[in-house]
């Protein structure tokens, strides 16, 4: 299995590359791509050098264009396209089925993987964007049990990569409006979830406050950790009880299932967080690539090193990871 | 004139409500019925034959039927209804995800997509167009600007694709592998008691400031406010717009249709329209703002 990782900045990709990743992925400095956060992603020149890098070294180099153009930033979402095959990036990492269909008619010999925003759940959705736009790999969305995946796993027309690690998104993706309803932008329009311009952090009587265009998402109390106002992760009042009502803030973390994963046929294990820093994904990409090897050296089978779950939960939202939707429980 | 839709229904009712409610709609002057279960794969009060006894039913008082495809498809099992839907020819089918594409396309039925189907652009709108598609819902998220530029470089491409708009009722903003009504009564979702019965609109999700946000139903989260763009529909006229759609909900649903039908008519009413289910209006979305938000004229 492929373990892919995420790069943020010129500094992220080397150390990704450095530390086992077989390949890394990117993105633009603008909306072109699911993680727009100010001070991150690549110009054209930063990227040229990420991917020279990264090929001396034996590594892959995907573009991320996944979020979907409206009519007047058409132009710019095509240019972007041009601009990763000009690059000469290994794939393009796309959602939107207009740049999907311009991509493989304009770059038919650059492999297309479907973005997770794509919001692709079974086979058949998958052989859609298969037929339509001959993609080579997909990215499933974190919605699905393990007992699903391996439902799509076997009829899948293209490989698979799923999520390992990071921050968990519990709403199919490519399908949550969550975050313009309460701002003016959301990973479909904009790249950006709960966004940080929208954030408002205050010190009040009640404790320190945490606000998204003014809506309170979470207050907390002496001695309890703050984290960032995704808005999913707040606590909320229903019917009177105060708590997290959609989810808490923790980490997705697979390790434990990656023997599973290689049975199913999984091409690629996928870390989250282009918004992270170099010294996360040092840590991140070093803790898998030992795992990886460790599974398919295959001596005596597969065993989870409690110092592998240390470093993964000292780098995890609240220190807490979960299987997340692959664990049936977990619903 | 405008034509008007009632959506799908998005809460879980029984099956008497929900029989109730179509023998009323059939009486409305509403020009096309959604009908189907589009949100979670547990609600089985109807089953898709008892949905198609429906259909018929409906076509024969004059309404334009179509079967809407449930939005988050996650099992074989999921896929065995959607292959009910997709594989008759006597209804249009509306797809709301790329499953429902893939097997309407494969079967040659024709389809229009709902406003969970990520349409962003003309260039997947002719995508679309060329496997059989007859008409398509804006995004949710997208607003009059976008959809007046699509409608223009349509008609350049001189592609007759009617325009829906959701109009009315509380916005379907996410869908989860996880059930937060289970979660909020504690229950495994496998094993959720159908406890969304006990809530035909849902459960209101606040802040601790008692700010409506969200309404929790089943796996899918809708907009603490209710969208209502009845002031924008000689708005939505000019531009070319199809089709305003109507989301049903248990009470009062006849005096919204009929509101709405006198507006498409001329007559916009002075007052501002029924509150039916407490809860704040917003409008955001039409004009670029945060959904939330309400923009008075």
Same mark, same amino acid.
């Given at each position: 299995?492929?373990?892919?990782?995420?790069?943020?900045?010129?500094?992220?990709?080397?150390?990704?590359?450095?530390?086992?990743?077989?390949?890394?992925?990117? !993105? &633009?400095?603008?909306?072109?791509?699911?993680?727009?956060?100010?001070?991150?992603?690549?110009?054209?020149?930063?990227?040229?050098?990420?991917?020279?890098?990264?090929?001396?070294?034996?590594?892959?180099? &995907?573009?991320?264009?996944?979020?979907?153009?409206? @009519?007047?930033?058409?132009?710019?979402?095509?240019?972007?396209?041009?601009?990763?095959?000009?690059?000469?990036?290994?794939?393009?990492?796309?959602?939107?089925?207009?740049?999907?269909?311009?991509?493989?008619?304009?770059?038919?010999?650059?492999?297309?993987?479907?973005?997770?925003?794509?919001?692709?759940?079974?086979?058949?959705?998958?052989?859609?964007?298969?037929?339509? &736009?001959?993609?080579?790999?997909?990215?499933?969305?974190?919605?699905?049990?393990?007992?699903?995946?391996?439902?799509?796993?076997?009829?899948?027309?293209?490989?698979?990569?799923?999520?390992?690690?990071?921050?968990?998104?519990?709403?199919?993706?490519?399908?949550?409006?969550?975050?313009?309803?309460?701002?003016?932008?959301?990973?479909?329009?904009? !790249?950006?979830?709960? @966004?940080?311009?929208?954030?408002?952090?205050?010190?009040?009587?009640?404790?320190?406050?945490?606000?998204?265009?003014?809506?309170?998402?979470?207050?907390?109390?002496?001695?309890?950790?703050?984290?960032?106002?995704?808005?999913?992760?707040?606590?909320?009042?229903?019917? $009177?009880?105060?708590?997290?009502?959609?989810?808490? @803030?923790?980490?997705?973390?697979?390790?434990?299932?990656?023997?599973?994963?290689?049975?199913?046929?999984?091409?690629?294990?996928?870390?989250? $967080?282009?918004?992270?820093?170099?010294?996360?994904?040092?840590?991140?990409?070093?803790?898998?690539?030992?795992?990886?090897?460790?599974?398919?050296? !295959?001596?005596?089978?597969?065993?989870?090193?409690?110092?592998?779950?240390?470093?993964?939960? !000292?780098?995890?939202?609240? $220190?807490?990871?979960?299987?997340?939707?692959?664990?049936?429980?977990?619903? | 004139?405008?034509?008007?839709?009632?959506?799908?229904?998005?809460?879980?009712?029984?099956?008497?409500? *929900?029989?109730?409610?179509? %023998?009323? %709609?059939?009486?409305?002057?509403?020009?096309?019925? /959604?009908?189907?279960?589009? *949100?979670?794969?547990?609600?089985?009060?109807?089953?898709?034959?008892?949905?198609?006894?429906?259909?018929?039913?409906?076509?024969?008082?004059?309404?334009?039927?179509?079967?809407?495809?449930?939005?988050?498809?996650?099992?074989?099992?999921?896929?065995?209804?959607?292959?009910?839907?997709?594989?008759?020819?006597?209804?249009?089918?509306? %797809?709301?995800?790329?499953?429902?594409?893939?097997?309407?396309?494969?079967?040659?039925?024709?389809?229009?997509?709902?406003?969970?189907?990520?349409?962003?652009?003309?260039?997947?709108?002719?995508? =679309?167009?060329?496997?059989? =598609?007859?008409?398509?819902?804006?995004?949710?998220?997208?607003?009059?600007?976008?959809?007046?530029?699509?409608?223009?470089?349509?008609?350049?491409?001189?592609?007759?694709?009617?325009?829906?708009?959701?109009?009315?009722?509380?916005?379907? =903003?996410?869908?989860?592998?996880?059930?937060?009504?289970?979660?909020?009564?504690?229950?495994?979702?496998?094993?959720?008691?159908?406890?969304?019965?006990?809530?035909?609109?849902?459960?209101?999700?606040?802040?601790?400031?008692?700010?409506?946000?969200?309404?929790?139903?089943?796996?899918?989260?809708?907009?603490?406010?209710? /969208?209502?763009?009845?002031?924008?529909?000689?708005?939505?006229?000019?531009?070319? *717009?199809?089709? *305003?759609?109507?989301?049903?909900?248990?009470?009062?649903?006849?005096?919204?249709?009929?509101?709405?039908?006198?507006?498409?008519?001329?007559?916009?009413? %002075?007052?501002?329209? =029924?509150?039916?289910?407490?809860?704040?209006?917003?409008?955001? /979305?039409? /004009?670029?703002?945060?959904?939330?938000?309400?923009?008075?004229?």
């Amino acid at each position: 299995m492929e373990l892919v990782c995420p790069a943020g900045s010129l500094p992220a990709l080397k150390t990704a590359v450095d530390n086992g990743a077989n390949a890394v992925y990117f !993105g &633009f400095k603008d909306s072109t791509n699911a993680r727009q956060f100010a001070g991150l992603n690549f110009n054209d020149k930063r990227a040229a050098e990420g991917i020279e890098y990264a090929h001396l070294r034996g590594a892959r180099v &995907f573009c991320a264009i996944n979020t979907y153009p409206q @009519p007047d930033g058409w132009e710019q979402w095509k240019g972007a396209v041009d601009r990763a095959a000009s690059l000469g990036v290994d794939a393009i990492i796309l959602a939107d089925m207009g740049l999907l269909d311009y991509a493989a008619n304009r770059y038919p010999n650059i492999p297309r993987h479907l973005s997770v925003q794509g919001s692709a759940t079974s086979h058949e959705a998958l052989s859609f964007y298969k037929d339509n &736009f001959d993609i080579r790999r997909a990215v499933l969305p974190r919605v699905l049990s393990l007992d699903q995946v391996r439902g799509v796993a076997k009829h899948s027309p293209v490989e698979l990569e799923v999520f390992a690690f990071g921050s968990l998104c519990i709403m199919a993706e490519g399908r949550c409006y969550l975050s313009s309803y309460l701002t003016d932008e959301s990973p479909n329009t904009r !790249g950006a979830c709960s @966004p940080a311009k929208a954030v408002r952090w205050q010190e009040t009587s009640q404790g320190l406050e945490s606000r998204l265009n003014d809506v309170l998402i979470d207050r907390y109390g002496q001695g309890e950790s703050a984290g960032y106002p995704t808005l999913c992760k707040g606590r909320f009042e229903v019917e $009177g009880h105060v708590y997290h009502a959609i989810e808490e @803030p923790v980490s997705l973390n697979t390790l434990d299932l990656l023997p599973e994963l290689q049975a199913l046929g999984i091409s690629a294990v996928k870390i989250e $967080g282009r918004q992270r820093s170099p010294a996360y994904i040092a840590d991140v990409a070093r803790t898998w690539r030992n795992a990886l090897d460790n599974l398919e050296a !295959g001596t005596d089978g597969f065993t989870v090193e409690p110092q592998w779950q240390q470093t993964l939960a !000292g780098l995890s939202e609240g $220190g807490l990871t979960t299987l997340g939707a692959y664990h049936r429980k977990w619903k | 004139m405008l034509k008007l839709s009632l959506g799908p229904i998005l809460w879980f009712w029984s099956r008497q409500t *929900v029989f109730d409610f179509y %023998a009323n %709609a059939a009486e409305w002057p509403v020009d096309t019925i /959604y009908l189907g279960e589009v *949100v979670c794969s547990r609600r089985r009060e109807l089953k898709p034959d008892d949905w198609l006894d429906l259909a018929r039913d409906l076509k024969a008082c004059g309404k334009n039927v179509v079967l809407s495809t449930l939005t988050l498809i996650e099992s074989e099992a999921d896929l065995r209804r959607l292959r009910r839907f997709c594989e008759q020819n006597e209804f249009l089918v509306e %797809a709301n995800d790329q499953s429902a594409l893939q097997v309407a396309i494969r079967n040659k039925i024709p389809f229009v997509t709902g406003p969970s189907m990520n349409i962003y652009n003309t260039a997947t709108l002719k995508i =679309l167009a060329k496997q059989g =598609l007859q008409g398509w819902n804006l995004p949710v998220e997208l607003g009059k600007e976008t959809l007046e530029q699509l409608i223009i470089e349509l008609q350049q491409e001189g592609l007759d694709l009617p325009a829906e708009v959701f109009s009315w009722g509380f916005l379907p =903003l996410a869908w989860s592998s996880r059930c937060f009504t289970a979660r909020h009564y504690n229950l495994p979702k496998d094993n959720c008691e159908f406890r969304c019965l006990q809530h035909p609109d849902g459960m209101e999700l606040r802040s601790r400031e008692s700010q409506e946000l969200f309404r929790i139903n089943g796996i899918s989260t809708l907009s603490g406010s209710r /969208y209502d763009l009845m002031r924008e529909l000689p708005d939505m006229e000019r531009m070319g *717009v199809n089709t *305003v759609r109507l989301s049903p909900e248990h009470l009062g649903m006849e005096e919204v249709v009929r509101r709405f039908d006198k507006v498409r008519r001329g007559e916009l009413p %002075a007052t501002d329209p =029924l509150q039916l289910v407490e809860a704040p209006p917003c409008n955001g /979305y039409w /004009y670029g703002k945060p959904g939330m938000d309400l923009i008075k004229p």
